[in-house]
């Protein structure tokens, strides 16, 4: 599907759906649980989709009923699948499912579509493998074939995603044995803060370091059924959020609570840093666009939010600085190179740097764009091309679906001037 964009002004207000991080945690622990738990407005999406009939196949019942998936537990005890299960793009659910798979005693596979074979995986298998699981890739990648049981000890993971431990966090602790794990170094840290939040209110006991690299956890812990409202997104409020301050007369955004662990609600910050002007109250208003300034902003802990900020600088006075996020090149695609080169093609001076961008603000011109298959890069130029000189063109736009289904009808509502073609 191609997207057109017409160049638009923005106004109103747009709902903020449920959390892609929060929901797929959800997920995978009602899949260990003992009954029947609730999760009240998960995010409805390819992804959580893909994980969710995972679940099913590993012996979850799962009942869809209006804002709500009830869904009952294995208690461990999961069911052979009978197929290769396809996690299609979830690279998050691909990671969590593989962990708590190895705490059974049947073999499963998985395997997802081309862009989810490129995913590292290496990093979790070979931590599983020591400590006890058999596993079956040929790359370190998908296809992979995972089986267990675990059997306690101590083994090293690699922490340039934090997937990796936040898997590991969610099935050690209802595996036999006692673990500890370590890691030289720690990407994304406030994904840890989020899985933290979930054992908290599952009962689920570790220990760690204050620099979150050593960790101590015991085994044979039970997760008890449990029902929890999925918060709203804070990754993808980052695209109405930059919409608002380029290309904006004044948008309210709703369903934001900022006493969550995530951390891309940082992004708001950010925006701040660079001269957006946000009014925070029982909903978020971002005033008319007025002149960004560039800044140098750190986005390891948010590296999701690199598309979006990249188009923020596109249109922001001066020069702005995108630093300390390697593992923004081993996301769904290597989304420096990606949004490099796309914002070239609209005539914006930027550059790459082995872990970030370099961006001279200017006006953006319309352009053929391409998608790359990535769900966060077609809402960032999507976005961008709304305050460009010029119409655009997307090919790929229904990568979108990934994360935020209703995007494209919901940025119409504020004004946008998006039409969907098949060519």
């Not at 953006?364 to 655009?392: C, E």
């Amino acid at each position: 599907m191609k997207l057109h964009i017409t160049p638009s002004r923005l106004r109103g207000e747009i709902a903020v759906p449920g959390s892609k991080s929060h929901t797929i945690r959800g997920i995978t622990a009602a899949l260990a649980s003992t009954g029947t738990c609730r999760l009240h407005a998960p995010l409805d999406s390819a992804d959580t989709r893909s994980t969710l009939e995972a679940a099913r196949l590993l012996g979850a019942r799962i009942v869809k009923e209006k804002d709500c998936w009830e869904i009952t537990g294995t208690g461990g005890e999961f069911s052979a699948p009978g197929q290769t299960i396809d996690m299609g793009n979830s690279g998050t659910g691909l990671r969590m499912l593989t962990a708590m798979a190895a705490t059974g005693k049947i073999p499963v596979s998985f395997d997802g579509d081309n862009s989810l074979r490129t995913r590292l995986m290496a990093g979790l298998l070979d931590t599983l493998a020591a400590l006890g699981a058999q596993i079956e890739s040929s790359n370190g990648r998908c296809p992979l074939t995972v089986r267990g049981p675990l059997s306690g000890g101590a083994a090293k993971t690699d922490g340039t995603t934090s997937q990796f431990l936040t898997a590991l966090l969610f099935a050690l602790p209802t595996a036999d044995g006692n673990f500890r794990i370590e890691l030289p170094f720690l990407n994304e840290q406030p994904y840890i803060h989020i899985t933290l939040n979930w054992l908290q209110r599952l009962g689920i006991h570790v220990t760690h370091s204050a620099d979150l690299l050593h960790w101590e956890i015991p085994g044979n812990q039970t997760i008890f059924p449990f029902e929890r409202v999925i918060p709203a997104d804070f990754s993808t409020a980052a695209f109405p959020l930059v919409a608002g301050a380029i290309a904006g007369d004044g948008i309210t955004i709703r369903n934001l609570d900022f006493s969550d662990v995530q951390g891309d609600k940082a992004v708001f910050a950010h925006l701040e840093s660079m001269g957006a002007s946000l009014v925070r109250g029982e909903e978020l208003y971002v005033a008319p666009s007025r002149l960004l300034e560039g800044r140098e902003i750190d986005l390891n802990a948010t590296p999701d939010a690199l598309p979006a900020m990249a188009v923020a600088a596109a249109f922001a006075q001066g020069e702005t600085r995108l630093v300390n996020v390697p593992q923004a090149r081993v996301k769904e695609t290597d989304r420096i190179a990606v949004m490099t080169a796309e914002l070239a093609k609209m005539g914006v001076p930027v550059r790459e740097l082995p872990d970030g961008m370099i961006i001279q603000g200017c006006r953006p011109r319309g352009a053929r764009l391409d998608g790359h298959g990535d769900h966060r890069i077609v809402m960032a130029l999507a976005v961008a091309a709304l305050g460009a000189d010029g119409k655009s063109s997307i090919d790929g736009a229904e990568a979108a679906e990934v994360t935020y289904p209703e995007f494209f009808r919901d940025f119409r509502k504020l004004g946008a001037g998006f039409e969907m073609r098949e060519e």
